[in-house]
Nanobody, 118 residues
Framework: QVQLVESGGGLVQPGGSLRLSCAAS????????MGWYRQAPAKERELVGD???????NYAESVKGRFTISRDNAKNTVYLQMNSLKFEDTAVYYC????????????WGEGTLVTVSS
């Protein structure tokens, strides 16, 4: 059974930082691209960033220079370091794991809420 468990969300003031973690089980972690989406109230889910199994990283323009995604294959965990947080970063953040190619599949976590508020 595949599980992706996010942690690290919470309430933070503008300009603050948070680090999200996503621990995966039930998959061969090193085969998967790992990433984060977010969904703000009344908005569509959007990609925040992802990191491939060989370390290639993509970010949404809105978070470049502020967010850093990384992975620890020994711990089956992907991280999202979020700095200089803004009100508009408020959203539920979802971790996902994606196996590309002919056996494509994607798994999702339950999400963790990040609220940026003064």
């Amino acid at each position: 059974q595949v599980q992706l468990v996010e942690s690290g969300g919470g309430l933070v003031q503008p300009g603050g930082s948070l680090r999200l973690s996503c621990a995966a089980s039930g998959i061969i972690f090193g085969f998967y691209t790992m990433g984060w989406y977010r969904q703000a109230p009344a908005k569509e889910r959007e990609l925040v960033g992802d990191i491939s199994n060989n370390g290639r990283i993509n970010y949404a323009e809105s978070v470049k220079g502020r967010f850093t995604i990384s992975r620890d294959n020994a711990k089956n965990t992907v991280y999202l370091q979020m700095n200089s947080l803004k009100f508009e970063d408020t959203a539920v953040y979802y971790c996902y794991a994606e196996l590309t190619g002919s056996s494509w599949r994607r798994y999702w976590g339950e999400g963790t809420l990040v609220t940026v508020s003064s």
